[in-house]
């Protein structure tokens, strides 16, 4: 934020929801967990959350995945993992809705034994040029006409930034 700034418009979601079926807090422990950069592969200690029940799961020779349902709504967390421990960067660059869709339509309720690391991801985005290329062009431009929400004139949007953070625990 510069003092050129005008209107600084915000959006918050927050999502907090329990897991249809939960992890128990004091099955939590720490273990191992091979943290993958590249081709190096090392071994973290992290909180690993741990569930034996009945799940969707599905594997297709290349992953598994694994529905994690919330309580009381349609909303799921989509688990993927690679089988080859040095198989995200192949998984990462073929997963297209097309093949989520197809590996979700495979999902079928089995008794599985879960061991998911608690995490915490955050995320920046600037969306410009994602905007932009959607065909949302005036609004970034001279000709932008905000009067509905501004006195000034020539008032345009110079930034769009999307921030999200992703906190997975009992």
Known sequence: IHRQTQTLITNALH????WD????????????YKHVQGDVVRPLTVSM????????????????ALSLPYAGSSLEMIVILPQSLLGLTPVEAQLSRAYFDDL???LRLRRVDVHLPKFEVQSQLTLVN????????????ATADF???SDTDRIAISQVIHQATTQVNE
């Open 147 to 149: 009067s509905g929400m």
């Open 21 to 32: 079926s939960p992890f128990e807090k004091e099955a939590t422990e720490p273990r191992e």
């Open 15 to 18: 999502l907090r929801a329990t």
């Open 49 to 64: 959350m741990r569930l034996t029940s009945q799940l969707p799961y599905a594997e297709d020779g290349r992953v598994q």
């Open 104 to 106: 979700t339509s495979k």
């Open 130 to 141: 994602t905007l932009r290329q959607l065909g949302a062009t005036t609004a970034f431009s």
